[in-house]
């Protein structure tokens, strides 16, 4: 709640915030009231209407252009579309993942991998990417029986954060939010005490290691590939599709065992190469299932493709 952190909040801030919290609260409601099916179909289709008409959408077809070269103009404008779509019946879908769960809308491969971390008593590095629904990756995770933290960015409306706590925990989630330092130590400390984390490692980060991404650099945060090391377990990848029906397949895949050489941040780059490599991968295989509206590559490689578009003018 406001003021936990010792930082005052003014009382015009604490009134927007609680004015903001009654609106989402309004909105889950109402998708609530919805069900699964036409809550996920109403968000798709507004996002398909009003994606395509804001700023990001430049953000999206650049995104394609840099990973798809070869795709034709009419193709991409039909994945951005399509993408929009997927995006707006995810967002719709978190006010009634419960009932999604609830109903057995996700099917999972490699299960069998889930119940051995569980029974094994040892701690992993769950790793992944922005595909499809991804609370479907943390119900699976806790669902299996698996003692594991999901990492999240809180909501900045800690009223509404309080919501979405409250909301993912119906159906077995626990949430923590690392902030800085003492983030990083209770991450720690909770792998110290054989839980599994789970991680989205597919977001720029400045401050990591340059690696390859469709053939471009890109910057990864170095965090799931550091703790891996440090506790001397696995990178369990993961990943998630979406099905016809607002249905889901789930997909647990083999482990990245971290070589140790000597040379940490070698083993620590090599790590978030494989991470890379392993999203590349998941976004070759459904392009439109993963998450194109955040800015990937630095910005050398978006001001190259501005300097490829000059040229062609002139």
């Not at 800085?180 to 991450?187: K, Q």
Request: neutral net charge; contains cysteine; hydrophobic residues 45%.
């Amino acid at each position: 709640m406001p003021g936990d952190d010792h930082k005052p909040v003014s009382f015009g801030q604490d009134l927007a915030w609680r004015l903001e919290s009654v609106g989402f609260a309004g909105f889950v409601g109402f998708m609530r009231l919805l069900g699964v099916e036409r809550a996920s179909a109403l968000g798709g289709w507004l996002l398909k209407a009003l994606g395509p008409k804001t700023g990001t959408q430049k953000t999206v077809m650049r995104n394609l252009r840099i990973a798809f070269p070869d795709m034709s103009p009419a193709e991409r404008e039909a994945l951005a579309l399509a993408q929009w779509e997927q995006t707006g019946r995810s967002f719709a879908e978190t006010a009634v993942m419960d009932r999604l769960v609830a109903e057995n809308r996700i099917e999972v491969v490699g299960l069998e991998r889930l119940h051995a971390i569980r029974d094994s008593g040892r701690p992993v590095v769950f790793v992944g990417g922005h595909f499809a629904n991804i609370e479907t990756l943390a119900a699976t995770i806790t669902g299996a029986g698996v003692n594991c933290q999901i990492t999240y960015r809180a909501a900045n409306n800690p009223y509404v954060d309080a919501q979405i706590i409250a909301a993912r925990a119906r159906y077995g989630v626990k949430l923590f939010a690392p902030k800085g330092g003492d983030g990083a130590r209770e991450l720690l400390a909770g792998l110290a005490r054989g839980e599994s984390v789970a991680l989205m490692n597919d977001q720029k980060f400045n401050e990591g290691p340059e690696v390859t991404f469709f053939g471009q650099p890109v910057n990864a945060a170095p965090g799931p590939s550091r703790l891996a090391l440090r506790f001397g377990t696995v990178l369990q990848t993961m990943s998630v599709v979406r099905l016809p029906g607002v249905r889901f397949r789930v997909t647990v895949y083999d482990p990245i065992e971290l070589e140790k050489t000597g040379d940490r941040q070698a083993d620590i780059a090599r790590g978030v190469q494989q991470i890379t490599t392993f999203i590349e991968d998941r976004v070759r295989e459904s392009p439109i299932d993963w998450f194109w509206v955040h800015k990937r590559w630095p910005n050398r490689v978006y001001e190259a493709l501005a300097e490829q578009d000059a040229a062609a003018k002139t």
